[in-house]
């Protein structure tokens, strides 16, 4: 089975500065996809942002940008200018391509963006 | 609007009541799931279906059931719910994209 791990449970950041937070994962495939998702308060899973594996370019989403560390199995959360918005939990996630559908969470991280 | 609906948001029931979670999307999805999401474990895979008639199981299958009679429809099936399956479930749908647009949630007690 694919892991997911994300060994950071809590993290602060004060607001406008620059905040990262950390995703591995464990697997022998060479073809899949890399999520975040973002979970406020309200429960809502939001996607911020995601990553093919064949691409070798990190994605970027405005304030937010990954670093996509492919033969290290890293998959980097940046977000820059942190605003109190961006406080909630953030999900990093793993799907292998041409197996089906499954999916693979790490536990979370809650980031909590300081006035 | 595009979106997944699931029904109800909050059930409190009792152990072996039978129950069922209602998911539906609109937006002509291939792929759908359901997940539950514990406190410390994130969230785990239950089922996840790749088109009509087609499911598998995930991570997490034993004590559920589900169907993919429509394509827009994947509901989740408790029958004999234990207190163990108290949880926080999502549906969640994605086309060959694979980004997954997620439900609204639903939070189970089983007493």
């Known amino acids: 089975a694919q892991t997911v791990t994300q060994s950071q449970p809590e993290m602060s950041v004060q607001e406008a500065e620059t905040v990262t937070l950390s995703c591995t994962y464990d697997?022998?495939?060479?073809?899949?996809?890399l999520f975040w998702y973002k979970q406020p308060p309200s429960r809502q899973m939001i996607l911020v942002i995601r990553?093919?594996?064949?691409?070798?370019q990190n994605a970027t989403e405005n304030r937010f940008s990954v670093n996509f560390q492919k033969a290290a199995k890293s998959f980097s959360l940046k977000i820059s200018d942190s605003q109190l918005g961006d406080t909630a939990m953030y999900f990093c996630?793993?799907?292998?391509?041409?197996?089906?559908?499954?999916?693979?969470f790490g536990t979370g991280t809650s980031l909590t963006v300081i006035p | 609007e595009a979106q997944v609906t699931q029904n109800p948001r909050y059930l409190i029931t009792v152990t072996g009541k039978k129950l069922t979670v209602t998911c539906s999307q609109n937006?002509?999805?291939?792929?759908m799931s359901w997940y539950r999401q514990d406190p410390g474990l994130g969230l785990r895979q239950i089922y996840y279906s790749m088109n009509v008639e087609v499911t598998d199981k995930g991570d997490v299958p034993e004590g559920y059931k589900v169907s993919r009679k429509e394509k827009r429809n994947f509901p989740l099936i408790l029958e004999s719910p234990s207190p163990n399956q108290t949880s926080l479930y999502f549906c969640?749908?994605?086309?060959?994209?694979?980004?997954?647009?997620f439900g609204p949630g639903t939070r189970l007690t089983v007493l």
């Open positions: 969640a749908s994605s086309s060959a994209s694979r980004t997954q647009f």
């Open positions: 937006m002509n999805h291939e792929y």
């Open positions: 996630a793993f799907m292998k391509l041409n197996t089906g559908n499954q999916f693979y």
């Open positions: 697997t022998s495939e060479n073809n899949y996809y």
């Open positions: 990553q093919e594996a064949y691409k070798q």
